[in-house]
């Protein structure tokens, strides 16, 4: 395997004479097909991913984890995008594995970096001081601690990390998976690898075509989910937007101003074809209200302005890095990142379509993302009457990259399996099931999942789509993760682990963000483990009421909340 893709992951330099050892070595191995086998084969190392890893390592199996990027930890890292999470997180609500990942990143900042005393006394530091998370921070943060819980199984070898590696192929018997080919995007050597259990913890389900397991892509249709706000037609190519996020700061005084990007004058002039109407063009602070669909007129990114209201600033709404958080001169400007309405790209899918429309669609993104920075430098109107701010600077470092975007885009839905049971809205959101139960906002909960193997809570929150719709953001009920909802109909070894599980279009609006991700990650590990131990398959823990109960003991027993207490909507 190449030696090279694991150092360059884990952020430790690579000397010139090491990269071109492993470049002749390359060019004598290029295209050879090597054979691998493990316990478990995890396919996508984002948040899910890791987390399923890090269960089935603590039970004592070999585990092979493959990622197409060069970073592990997905949304969290080489998306970008600081967690999203409810309001209960710091004492309820996730899992204590996920507690230790977020306890690791305040500890690593005291550990390593020149924090004042006032910000090391802060129990619960956020250290971007950002509005949308209580954990904002800088995506290498997340890497290391990642890298940190994994440690032990990498030098003990039961955990193998394969980056740069996309699954191209996959062979099934019957409805079994046999294995998974993935090849190298360095080497272009190919690996073929074998395991009684396989999880999907990709990006956009990638799995679930290679290894012909059925799936739901899109708006689905009312009268398949009779759900409210489903459309009367299926729309399987409508799809929440995808985000290409940036980092930058600002240094007064200076230029920063990059070269104009090509598809500049496009977007420039682009105005969203939305239903309800977008105000004005994309790039125009201008946007639409997620809840209200109201215009929105009163909000800025002005990184001179010293007030903190989050709710008036896009500058501090994804903060990463808090300059008077740190000692004189460790920073020169506070770091945001930009993941905002005004960087959303609709214009297509980048699944089930040919790949040129796919790489397409990606360039565009980027671009789209480049020209709302190109138009913040030198044409944004400013609160003093002025345009743009020259001193924005890109912060590719922050993010791992050369052009200063992250390396992957946000993606927000994904495929998802036709699972053994489907979360409709009338099961998490709350007029549905104030409509299906009679019950008031104050006495309305979600429906509770005998088959509960965690627990979540977020917004039913839809980002504009490639199909016109503007948000779609519905109040839900802090909810549980139904085991059903991990085991496709037909397929007996492969289970989700992030935005792949079975809910809908709708309902993947809260079954998205990071702690459920985790939580759907780790339940599915420990779920192979428990399944290769009682030699039982997956729908059979569910099916049997003895081995559910003793599933969910075990989950219980290893800090998985399955149950809330009560608690409002969101």
């Known amino acids: 395997m190449d030696r090279r893709s694991f150092l360059m992951g884990s952020g430790l330099a690579v000397p010139s004479i090491l990269s ?7 060019a004598q191995e290029k295209n050879k097909t090597q054979e691998m086998k493990a316990d478990l084969v995890v396919i996508g190392a984002g948040l899910g991913g890791c987390a399923a890893a890090l269960a089935a390592l603590r039970h004592g199996l070999h585990v092979i984890m493959t990622e197409e990027t060069d970073w592990i930890g997905g949304q969290m890292t080489q998306q970008g995008v600081p967690p999203d999470e409810h309001p209960w997180i710091e004492s309820f609500g996730a899992t204590q594995t996920y507690r230790r990942f977020r306890n690791g990143i305040r500890d690593y900042y005291r550990r390593n970096y020149p924090l004042t005393a006032e910000a090391r006394q802060v129990e619960f530091l956020n250290p971007g001081n950002g509005g949308v998370s209580r954990l904002c921070h800088e995506p290498r943060v997340s890497l290391a601690v990642l890298y940190e819980m994994l440690a032990p199984y990498i030098s003990g070898k039961r955990l193998t990390i394969m980056l740069d590696h996309k699954a191209v192929a996959a062979e099934t018997n019957g409805d079994s998976v046999t294995s998974v080919t993935v090849t190298s995007a360095i080497t272009g050597n190919s690996y073929t690898l074998h395991a009684p259990y396989f999880i999907d913890a990709t990006e956009l389900g990638d799995l679930l075509p290679l290894t012909k397991t059925e799936y739901f892509a899109g708006f689905e249709s009312q009268k398949e989910t009779n759900e409210m706000h489903a459309p009367t037609e299926a729309q399987p190519a409508n799809m929440q937007s995808i985000t290409w996020c940036f980092a930058m700061d600002y240094i007064d005084g200076e230029n920063h101003v990059i070269e104009k990007p090509k598809d500049y004058d496009f977007w420039r002039n682009y105005t969203p074809n939305l239903t309800p109407a977008w105000p004005g063009k994309q790039l125009n602070w201008a946007y639409t209200h997620p809840v209200t669909l109201k215009p929105v007129t009163d909000r ?10 989050m709710d008036h600033g896009f500058w501090h709404y994804r903060r990463i890095a808090y300059k008077k958080y740190h000692q004189a001169g460790a920073y020169a400007s506070d770091i945001t990142l930009v993941n905002w309405p005004h960087n959303d790209y609709m214009l297509g899918n980048i699944f089930d379509v040919p790949e040129e429309e796919r790489e397409k669609h990606l360039r565009q993104a980027k671009q789209l993302s480049l020209s709302l920075f190109y138009w913040m430098q030198t044409e944004a ?3 003093d009457g002025g345009a743009g701010w020259p001193g924005l600077r890109l912060r590719g470092d922050i993010l791992g990259t050369e052009d200063g975007l992250a390396k992957y885009p946000y993606i927000r839905e ?3 399996i036709k699972a053994e049971f489907t979360v409709c809205e009338q099961h998490v959101g709350t007029d549905a099931r104030m409509k ?7 006495e309305v909960t979600a429906e509770a999942f005998v088959d509960s193997v965690g627990v979540g809570s977020y917004r039913i929150d839809l980002h504009p789509s490639t199909g016109g719709d503007n948000y779609i953001d519905i109040s839900s009920l802090p909810f549980q993760i139904p085991l059903g909802a991990l085991i496709p109909q037909r397929m007996e070894n492969l289970l989700p682990a992030c935005k792949n599980l079975g809910v809908t279009h709708i309902t993947n609006g809260c079954y998205r963000l990071h702690p459920v991700e985790w939580n759907i990650g780790e339940s599915a590990g420990i779920l192979v483990a428990y399944c290769l131990q009682k030699k039982e398959k997956p729908r059979g823990v569910r099916n049997m009421d003895s081995k ?3 599933f969910q003991n075990m989950l219980r027993s290893q800090g998985i909340e399955i149950a809330w207490p009560r608690v409002t909507p969101r």
């Open 436 to 442: 299906l139960t009679g019950k008031s906002r104050e």
């Open 548 to 550: 559910l109960r003793d």
């Open 300 to 309: 800025t990114c002005d990184p001179l302005r010293e007030s903190e209201d």
């Open 414 to 416: 994904s495929r998802r």
């Open 381 to 383: 109107p400013r609160s």
């Open 20 to 26: 071109s050892v492993h470049s002749a070595i390359a």
